[in-house]
């Protein structure tokens, strides 16, 4: 119990217990506080040392004085290292500059962010984006990096992508247009602005009827665009005439199809436009210029067919072929339409089995007879490539019949006119050859008068009487030689070619050419090189050449002194397959001008000569394979020269060897 002399003290008795007490909650709460204060300056240094991005304090000159761990796990550095060097020295060279303002602007106090590229310690870089926080009193900087590596990449990855997805649709040449489900243009590229000639925010946003629309046709444009609209547009698109901005016109082909969102939703229609102004005009022209080939093709008088190399079907033939074959004949095989051509084996390969590289040959080129008809064809064959890259066969077979008809009777005539030519040369030397003949005649006559005379009066002697009798016999011989010549001469033959000696055939002609030498005063010599291969000829013939040129060369010294009437018949070798013979004469010459004129028919330089005679030399000359040609003589005179092959009478002596 408490006393009233105690109650003085009791105040601060209380006051000081209040005070304990007071104390003692300050001390309690200071003692939660500090805990707090350590837990969450723990969880601050755990959230700074465990988090991803990167923690760091740096001063105003760039310098780092703390780093969390996220750095080493970051560009490789250790939170040590870190320390004491410099934001710049880790930096991309091309990001200094930018970097060193961004320090400057903290300084000031102002708050930035910036992207750079900071280096590993490997020595490649990385894009870090910096969120930085200033502290002017104590002059420090707070910043938090974040490593954007990987989305730098996929920013770089979608511009590329964008770039060449932009650079795509600005190089194709196909126009592209899309609109939303009312109609409305929402997208064009490049090619169609340039098709139309309008700009893309000239078109962009149009509604019907579009600017490009040709007034003539806006009624077509409208019906297409509804029926796009509603889903029916054809499969193979609309032809339509559009106007460019100039006002030319256009023709141009629209295909549509659907624009689906990502949903899966549609959203309007995607048009891809082709200009075929030029393709329409290209097969216009074609179709013009295969109407002009299948006119001229069916106008020809020849038949012209392709076939099919391996299957023989017939893909193409013209009125002429369809008119002889029938005119379902295209679809038909070409056996099975009787067509007139070459046996396999005469072909030069056989065609079935060409490939394109072995592309375009020949494969036949020569004459046929039609077995049914009679009728006679030049047909030729080649292979070639067809329209869809087959082989085939393009036969072209022109009626010759005609021709070879009037080849026959021409061939006929100059065989009759050789002949009245060899007629007319024994007209012109008939008194020559009678007087010829009747010297071996009167001898004859003679020795057997005497003969008989002697044998009458009984005073003969055997030896003398066979002497007579040899001799007679010797004339007969030489009467019935230059009778033969005559004869052979002259007789109806049709030409034989065999191998002959040349030396031969001079003999002869020169055994004719001789008797009138001998009555003109002529020397005649022959000049024929020893051991000349034989050639490959008709004996007569040849002797109608040289005798031909031989009395021409005659009447050419007619003017000339006796003592320079000399004409040499030459023949040697002219290159390894053929023999020249040449007839010189050392006459009045020939001109220039007569010269270019000398084989043209019925022109001659003797007044009662026909201008026959050479024509008809040098188309049998011609007709051995040879040539005949004229020159003047260094001596004066002229030359005339043919030539005469070797290589097939060559041949023809091996085989029979």
Known sequence: MTTPGDLPF?????????????????????????????????????????????????????????????????LGYGP??????????????????????????????????FENRCRCSDGTYKWLTWSVNPEIEDKLVYAVAHDITGRKATEDALRAESAFRKTMEDSVITGLRAIDLSGRIIYVNSAFCRMVGFDESELVGMVPPFPYWPEEAIDSCQRNLELTLAGRAPASGFE????????????????????????????????????????????????????????????????????????DEILFANRAFKAIHGFDSVGRTVRGVAVLQPERGDYTVDPRGLSPADLPRELFDGELQ??????????????????????????????????????????????????????????????????????????????????????????????????????????????????????????????????????????????????????????????????????????????????????NGFDAMADTLPEHRVLVVRAHPCGEHAVEVAVIDHGHGISEEDRQRLFTPFYTTKAEGMGMGLNICRSIIEFHDGRLVVDANPEGGTIFAFTLPTEVASERLARSA
């Open 80 to 113: 040590e290292q870190m320390v004491g060097r410099t934001l710049v020295d880790i930096v991309h060279s091309d990001d200094v500059t930018a970097t060193m303002e961004h320090l400057r602007r903290l300084a000031s106090g102002e708050a930035t962010q």
């Open 370 to 551: 039609h077995p049914l008809s009679g009728r006679w064809y030049h047909v030729r064959e080649h292979a070639t490539r067809w329209v869809d890259g087959r082989v085939v066969r393009m036969g072209i077979a022109t009626d010759v019949t005609d021709r070879k008809q009037t080849a026959e009777i021409s061939r006929q005539q100059e065989d009759r006119l050789q002949r009245t030519s060899r007629l007319i040369t024994m007209g012109e030397m008939a008194s020559t050859l009678a007087h010829e003949l009747n010297q071996p005649l009167s001898a004859i006559a003679n020795y057997c008068a005497g003969c008989v005379t002697r044998m009458q009066s009984g005073q003969w002697k055997q030896e003398e009487i066979l002497a007579a009798m040899q001799k007679a016999s010797f004339q007969a011989e030489r009467a019935g030689k230059i009778i033969r010549r005559i004869r052979e001469f002259v007789k109806k033959s049709e030409p034989r070619r065999a191998a002959v000696r040349i030396d031969d055939v001079l003999d002869d002609a020169i055994g004719f050419a001789d008797i009138e030498a001998r009555r003109l005063g002529i020397r005649l010599v022959a000049n024929v090189a020893p051991q000349l291969p034989a050639v490959f000829a008709d004996q007569i013939m040849i002797e109608q050449v040289v005798l031909n040129l031989i009395r």
């Open 240 to 311: 339509m005439r559009i106007r460019r901005k100039n006002g030319e016109r256009v023709d141009a082909r629209f295909y549509l199809s659907p624009l689906i969102d990502r949903e899966g939703r549609q959203t309007g229609w995607m048009a891809s436009i082709t200009d075929i102004t030029e393709p329409k005009r290209v097969r216009a022209a074609l179709e013009a210029a295969h109407e002009r080939f299948e006119a001229v093709i069916d106008g020809l008088e020849a038949a012209v067919f392709v076939a099919d190399a391996r299957t």
């Open 10 to 74: 009791l105040p601060p008795v209380m006051l000081i217990a209040g005070l304990l007490v007071v104390i003692a909650g300050s001390l309690l709460m200071l003692r939660i506080h500090v805990q707090r204060r350590v837990q969450a300056e723990r969880e601050r240094d755990r959230l700074y040392r465990l988090s991803l991005d990167m923690l760091c304090v740096f001063g105003f000159d760039g310098a780092f004085r703390r780093c969390n761990p996220a750095f080493e796990h970051t």
